[in-house]
Antibody, heavy 119, light 108 residues
Framework: EVQLVDSGGGLVQPGGSLRLSCVASGFSFSSYLMTWVRQAPGKGLEWVANIKQDGGEKDYVDSVKGRFTISRDNAKNSLYLQINGLRVDDTAVYYC????????????WGQGTLVTVSS | DIQVTQSPSSLSASVGDTVNITCRTSQTISNSLNWYQKKPGKAPQLLIYAASRLQSGLPSRFSGSGSGTDFALTISSLQPEDFATYYCQQGYSSPPYSFGQGTKLEIK
């Protein structure tokens, strides 16, 4: 059974940092591109970043470039999102998701981890 | 970047009705369009990928259509568990793979 388990969220002050983690099981993690998506309270889904299978290519939405870093450790079946310079508008539930594979969408998701930025 | 415009933003319907949600992209994306269902407190669920392909294990009352810049999600014979928020997402070429604004489907 494919499972993604998100963790690492919490309450942090503006300007602070967090590292989110996503542990995968039930599939060949190193064979899949992986994605982070977030949803701010009362708002829609926002694509945040993705990383290719070998970690060599990473892409980000403009609003997080220079502050967020996506990474992965295929030996540990783990995906990460390092978030620095947190802003109030980064408050959201952050989800990791598998994919996209060619022509497919994001077919499995973690349960989400809540990041709250507040003073 | 490709912009995604979804409509309507909200929709009211009854059990047994058929509803349509549309999605338009700012440039042609072939069939690289996905649909998701999102319920409060739960992770999104992939419904339709590649514009019209039903994700495995899901009921056939969900269907997708379209190509190029105009797409639609149709839900036939609405069931109580279908009341949720629906999002389209474009997956064409290179990131960012933007989502539509969402459509909240409510019980009439």
């Amino acid at each position: 059974e494919v499972q993604l388990v998100d963790s690492g969220g919490g309450l942090v002050q503006p300007g602070g940092s967090l590292r989110l983690s996503c542990v995968a099981s039930g599939f060949s993690f190193s064979s899949y591109l992986m994605t982070w998506v977030r949803q701010a309270p009362g708002k829609g889904l926002e694509w945040v970043a993705n990383i290719k299978q070998d970690g060599g290519e990473k892409d980000y939405v403009d609003s997080v470039k220079g502050r967020f870093t996506i990474s992965r450790d295929n030996a540990k079946n783990s995906l990460y999102l390092q978030i620095n310079g947190l802003r109030v508008d980064d408050t959201a539930v952050y989800y990791c998701a598998r994919g996209p594979t060619k022509g497919n969408g994001l077919d499995y998701w973690g349960q989400g981890t809540l990041v709250t930025v507040s003073s | 970047d490709i912009q995604v415009t979804q409509s309507p933003s909200s929709l009211s319907a009854s059990v047994g009705d058929t509803v349509n949600i549309t999605c338009r992209t700012s440039q042609t994306i072939s069939n690289s369009l996905n649909w998701y269902q999102k319920k409060p407190g739960k992770a999104p669920q992939l419904l339709i990928y590649a514009a019209s392909r039903l994700q495995s294990g899901l009921p056939s009352r969900f269907s997708g259509s379209g190509s190029g810049t105009d797409f639609a999600l149709t839900i036939s014979s609405l069931q109580p568990e279908d009341f949720a928020t629906y999002y389209c997402q474009q997956g064409y070429s290179s990131p960012p793979y933007s989502f539509g604004q969402g459509t909240k489907l409510e019980i009439k």
